[in-house]
């Protein structure tokens, strides 16, 4: 239309992509892969934005409910985070909203080509997902900060490259042990230098994608879950407090599990694993647990998502949608994963997610970067 203004224009294409969206899950709903009503699709989507960026920069999202904060509590923005220019790097899309929570307290971060492999040409992308609780400072802390606290222990540790697998395996493991230590500790410090009470914490779920391999290392709720040949493979383990070895490990610290409105430690945190907290150490600790897995030919997305999506989504479920959503869409540069990752926040939001909700989609088998080329 003639005269028509950048932002009618920019309305238009955020109101046909909600449509698309909107269909996405409707025939979803159809094929039976989820239960979906569609009272709650129309106030679900009509709380979420969309965004995309290509940098070749580590990329950082936190979002806040808008000033006018509307009566039904629901508040979100979805950001691409994708990686162009000369750094080629996994296509990938992230989308977070606030949900039913009054503050929003996720952060995700997103470091392309983040960590090389030293004597060999393979590089790595950084993914990361982290759930805030008792306010966001630790989230914000994590998501700037804790990859390039891991790239420096990796670069203490080059000589992996040309190692046999199981060194290269106790290399991660420590690195990335030893990165989450220092975090916690920068932040217990800085904790200590505000006087605050030291009950801020932060899940953390972090993805290093090379060609070869597929390290994670997780510290709380969050969860990292791969698709390889149509199946969900989950990369990460919950740190639940009445999972059978946390419980041992808390009451061998002295701690208790108390069932307060669900199993928590003390009857306060409702994960036994965290950054921060101070004031429940040593019964939550920061240790992760690191899992690496070998690549294959049969890899196609990964998955990495607060409790948010996790307490009301099965992992099946959430490969699957973000399988059929992939598949319907052929674009580059993270458009196809961000629209996944923003079926799968509404659809939680619909299933009644009561929770911050941030979901991060790592396609596996595509590339952009280089003038932002897709192959």
């Known amino acids: 239309m003639a005269g028509e203004t950048e932002r009618e224009k920019f309305k238009k294409a955020k109101s046909a992509r909600r449509r698309r969206r909107r269909l996405e899950i409707l025939r979803l709903r159809s094929d039976d892969l989820v239960e979906v009503e569609s009272d709650d699709l129309s106030t679900s989507s009509s709380s979420l934005s969309l965004s995309s960026s290509s940098s070749s920069m580590a990329t950082l999202s936190s979002q806040s409910p808008p000033s006018d904060f509307e009566t039904d509590n629901l508040a979100g923005a979805i950001g691409a985070l994708t990686a162009g220019g000369d750094v080629p790097c996994l296509s990938h899309g992230s989308a977070s909203v606030c949900g039913r929570r009054r503050e929003m307290e996720d952060t995700v971060a997103v470091s392309p080509g983040l960590i090389s492999g030293g004597a060999s040409s393979e590089t790595h992308d950084f993914f990361g997902v982290y759930d805030g609780h008792g306010g966001d400072a630790v989230a914000k802390a994590c998501a700037e900060g804790l990859h390039l606290v891991l790239a420096a222990e990796v670069e203490r540790r080059l000589r992996w490259a040309a190692e046999p697998p199981e060194a290269v395996e106790e290399m991660w493991r420590e690195a990335i042990g030893e990165c989450f230590a220092k975090v916690d500790e920068e932040v217990v410090m800085k904790e200590s230098r505000a006087e605050a009470e030291g009950t801020v914490g932060s899940t953390a779920v972090v993805a290093v994608v090379g060609t070869r391999r597929i390290v994670v290392g997780n510290c709380g709720d969050s969860r990292a879950v791969l698709s390889r040949g149509g199946v969900a493979f989950p990369l990460s383990r919950d740190h639940k407090p009445n999972r059978p070895d946390e419980l041992k490990r808390v009451e ?124």
């Open 252 to 375: 061998a610290a002295g701690g208790r599990v108390i069932n307060w409105d669900g199993y928590r430690i003390l009857g306060v945190l409702a994960t036994s694993r965290s950054i921060g907290d101070h004031y429940l150490k040593p019964y939550v600790t920061c240790e992760p647990e690191v899992t690496v897995t070998d690549r294959t030919i049969h890899d196609e997305f990964l998955v990495l998502a607060s409790d948010g999506l996790w307490d009301v989504m099965s992992n099946e479920d959430a490969c699957a949608v973000t399988k059929r959503c992939l598949a319907r869409h052929t674009a580059i540069n993270g458009a196809a994963s961000t629209e996944a990752a923003a079926v799968l926040v509404e659809l939680a939001m619909s299933r009644g997610s009561k929770d911050n909700i941030s979901v991060i989609v790592v396609e596996l088998k595509r590339i952009c970067g280089g003038g932002g080329e897709g192959h």
